[in-house]
């Protein structure tokens, strides 16, 4: 039996989850703000108190490696790698789009369509990618400037849920009867549990010295407009 924790701090969601092999025990998460630094040792310590466990007791740590926000992801990194480091736990690096698309699988049950998961990456970009309903990547993870030919071949055969909070600015442009923005699908570590134990049944573990989060794109500093 493998005690996994997980965690995706991707996007403005924070959420940590405690899985028992693949099943889902328990979850605290809050959207809205990012305020992952105040509540993740928080949430971790909630949960596993809740569940009668100690961080001893874990055997693996799950984290979002991206895309996603820079300093979100780094975040939830540090803090993975902290806990990691401080007992002797292997960490387990997941795919912050896939994780998504494996929640929408599961929810929407829909086995003729395609999954789109989308993170905001500002403007009209976003973080994209597209699976198959058994979860297969059809398209790798890319940063994308939706338009109205986007996705034009695959709409015109096939119905793509199109979810992520990149999702709503490009529902008035990819507006082709295929084109289902129905379903949220938010980033949350609910979704992260059966990719997780896959991966710790194989022992594909993250060398915690060398791990980096998967930004995709060099993070950007804005500078202030005030005068000084």
Do not use: W
């Not at 701090?9 to 025990?25: D, G, M």
């Amino acid at each position: 039996m493998a005690l996994i924790l997980a965690i995706e701090t991707a996007t403005k969601i924070c959420s940590v989850a405690l899985f028992k092999n693949n099943e889902l025990i328990d979850c605290e998460e809050l959207g809205g703000q990012y305020s992952h630094a105040e509540l993740l040792a928080p949430f971790a310590d909630t949960l596993l108190k809740r569940n009668g466990c100690k961080i001893a007791d874990l055997n693996a740590i799950a984290v979002s490696k991206g895309p996603g926000s820079y300093t979100g992801l780094r975040i939830g990194v540090a803090f993975a790698k902290g806990i990691c480091y401080g007992n002797s736990i292997p960490l387990i690096a997941i795919n912050t789009l896939e994780a998504m698309a494996y929640g929408a699988i599961e929810k929407l049950k829909d086995n003729n369509a395609l999954y789109c998961p989308m993170i905001d990456a500002r403007r009209m970009e976003v973080y994209v990618s597209l699976f198959h309903a058994n979860g297969e990547e059809l398209e790798a993870v890319t940063a994308k400037i939706i338009d109205e030919t986007s996705f034009e071949e695959k709409l015109k055969s096939q119905k793509v849920y199109f979810f992520g909070d990149g999702a709503a600015k490009c529902q008035s442009i990819l507006n082709a009867t295929n084109a289902d923005f129905s379903y949220s699908g938010e980033t949350s570590a609910r979704h992260m549990g059966n990719l997780a134990f896959q991966k710790y049944e194989l022992q594909q573990f993250e060398d915690l010295a060398y791990f980096e989060p998967y930004y995709l794109k060099e993070f950007l500093a804005i500078k202030s407009k005030k005068l000084v």
